[in-house]
C-alpha cells in the first residue's frame, strides 16, 4: 500500500510538472556535494553513520505566477553512510514550490521520491519518500548556487531487517545554470 501511496504521489507531481501556468519555462542543469546522515533506531554501535557525496541531475521550472514557480528535478544522488554496507544512490525526484523573495532569492519547499539505483547490500528499501526545503541565490546571469535540506520520512531499510530502523537528512550545495 505505502508504495502504491508513493507511486500515486510521483505520478501526480509529473502530471503537474507539465502544466505550464502562465508559459514560462526555465529548464538547467545543477550539480554538487551531499553531506548524508543516517539516524538509525535502535542505534548501531562502532559506525560511521555519516557520508560525504555528490548530485548531479536536470530540472525545469514552470512559472505559476510573477512570484511563485514549479520546480521539477532529476537528480542522481549519492547517500547514505560512509560504511560500505550502509551506502545506497538514488535517483530521486524533488518537486518544489519556489517562491521569489527578492530579485535574485528564492526559497522552495516540497516532496521529494527517491528510486535506489545501486547497492552495496539488500538492506535498502527501493523508495525513498522525503521532504526538501531550500534556498537559491542567482549569483549572475544564469547561475546559482542553492543550499537544501531533504528530510527522509520513510524507514530507509527493507522490512527484513525489522525493527531496525533508518532515516535519512541530507544536505545539498549545488552550483547549477540556467538554459
Known sequence: ???????????????????????????????????????????????????????????????????????????????????????????????????LVGD????GVGPQIGVKTWKSSDAFDTLNFSGVAGIQYQIFGDYFIEVRGVYGFTNMLDDTLAPLEAKQFVIQASIGIKI
Open 1 to 99: 500500500m505505502k508504495k502504491a501511496l508513493l507511486t500515486s504521489t510521483l505520478l501526480l507531481f509529473i502530471s503537474l510538472s507539465f502544466s505550464q501556468g502562465n508559459g514560462a519555462t526555465k529548464y538547467g542543469i545543477r550539480a554538487g556535494i551531499n553531506i548524508s546522515n543516517m539516524d538509525f533506531d535502535p542505534a548501531p554501535t562502532e559506525r560511521n553513520l555519516h557520508r560525504n557525496g555528490f548530485h548531479f541531475g536536470g530540472f525545469a521550472e514552470f512559472s505559476l505566477s510573477e512570484k511563485l514557480w514549479l520546480n521539477t528535478e532529476l537528480l542522481w544522488s549519492a547517500e547514505g553512510a560512509k560504511d560500505e554496507n550502509w551506502r545506497a544512490n538514488y535517483l530521486s525526484l524533488p518537486v518544489q514550490l519556489k517562491f
Open 104 to 107: 535574485r532569492l528564492s526559497l
